[in-house]
């Protein structure tokens, strides 16, 4: 019984930053750009967040913001490259997160960040919640934990409920109609770049600064691939991503929990299972439906205003 | 209504971006070679912004690599599996498949070699082709889950090849760290392989490695350029409608490319455990996988210039590693100036494709 509350409990330090790096994703993607940096983008967030947790000394709120700063400046190279240079978005994502991998890799060393602990949070109980049995360790967790489904609501409406959203999506559906209607079809993109990017480098911070309170080179570790998987099996609807989330949260929570119980598996066999299941989950999808008509119209096409079609 | 050129902003009424019809490939190439100009000026500003003393950085680029002959023939030996996995990259975006699954490729060729090695299978003169063989052949096997879903199921096989990299790594490091560990010491190795599953030293030092990759390369090139599966390649490339409404059989093409492009991948892996380290260890593929995208894509999938482009990386490897020794910059730098690299070129094409005409007297 202690062992499924702490399995409990664990969940949300896992689900936290797939479903803040998948509604960052979304919100970038819903604007008609294919987003394959979110690896990079937590990297830069993972590693600015400690960065400023360690120079200022334990401010964690201000570290997660600088952290979601750092992202959003670097995201602004992946919007030169792919609106500015219109370079197939595949490779710019791609060449995003090999830039971002080799740029944590080479400060983290070189600032000696590495391996040096920082505060973070304080837990926070959310009373009388958390006095429930079995599930009361759900409510006794870090305030970002209970901000993030106030994220969730907020972006949702924006997205759904907003001239801005509307437009947004406009552009991602089909940006020379949106063009036509003067919708200023670049300026959505990088501001829809820039913003997902945002939550995706906090998404990375929560990783370094909250839950694992390091920083090790390459410490996202796939999971920035798994939300790009993650986003597509949630057909671009934040409220499936997050549920999605939750999902690999829970299988997220139990490597650890494995490992304490005493249960004899091959460990790097248990490491897989996040990877396993991302396969699966995308085989799955494949299988069930083939319908793609709630992905963004005009996903990972570059809109170049001489070339009307 | 009144006249609305006098609001628009002055860089967008005297500057319009025009989409180019073509350029002359001499253009082409000064644009490409400005570009890396570009990249390599940036990543020299890094390195010496990290601590390399700037009058080191000629010195340890291009004389102490290029000019001495032991550690030209350093950057040889670096160059065979980066020969290899950049021509595998050339083979599968030929075939229009994002291949990131090359370090599980190289993973499964490794372990297909040290089961050769470890449980002698075989006799000792038969050994290394042997193991060559299974290291093709594990290398295709891996490529073959993710190229199958995507023919059958359009599963995106940038998701499903990095899982299976994700995948492999663990398994290794399960072997590694595991049954395979060599009993001598503690190190997350496995045992030495013997002498003669190596891959032998030819001439001069020049390692059988290095002959192999040209002799792939020259394979590389005749499969794409005069066999009949590289005049499907070539339709399926360019209009994979078109070649399948005139008889080109897309599936099997596009499944024997790939599957050819893990063969070689896992020959990559052979090349570094039986070549360079003797033996499986925990790390042996990390920046591979990388590279080998990296040289298929400045080279344009041309397989000669995919073996010039992967001397080039190796030099940066080589030097890589020297910096990391004498300068203890970490090897990240590597990958670094690898991406600046690519964002550089991958930029130039867009002065390739577009011009900027200045418009005289502000009519627009």
Redesign the interface.
Known sequence: MDMIASWIGNIPDFAVPFALAALGLIVIERSGVLA?GAEGLMLVGALAGIGASLMTGGATVWALILAMCAAGVVSL?FAL?VL?????Q???G??LV??C??????LG??LDWTNKPVAGLHAVSLWPFSELPVVGKLFVQNPLVFVTPLIFVVVVLVLNRSVLGLRLRAVGENPQAADAAGIPVLGYRCAAIVAGSMLIGLAGAYISVLSTKMWI?DMV??RG??T??LV?FARWSPWKALAGAVLFGCIEALIPQMAASGIRL?Q??V??TP??V??GV??WV??AS?DSSSQPGALGEPF?R??RR | MFDTTNFQPLLARRYTLEVRQQMAWYWQALVIALALVIGMLISAAILVSAGVPAGELLNEFVILTLFDSQSLRAVLFQAAPLIMVGLAGCLAFRARFWNLGLEGQMIWGAIGATAVSLFEIGPPSLRLPLMMVCAMVCGLLWALAPVLLKLHLKVNEIISTLMLNYIAINFLLHLVYGSWKDPRDSFPYSPQYKVFERLPELFDGVSLAVVLALVVALFVLWFTGISRAGLYLRFVDSSPGVARAVGVPVKRVILGTVLLSGALAGLAGLMITAGQEGRLTHSFYAGYGFSGILIAFLARNQPIAATVVAVLVATLFVAGRSLQVFYQIPFSMVQLIQAILVICVASSEFFIRHRIRRIQGGQV
């Open positions: 394959l190279l490259m500015v240079m219109r370079i197939n595949v490779i710019a791609l060449a090999f830039f991998q080799g740029l944590t890799g080479l060393t070189l080179a570790g796939g691939w798994i790009v998987a597509i091959p790097y066999f490491f897989m990877y396993a991302t396969l995308m085989i494949a299988l083939r170049i001489e070339e």
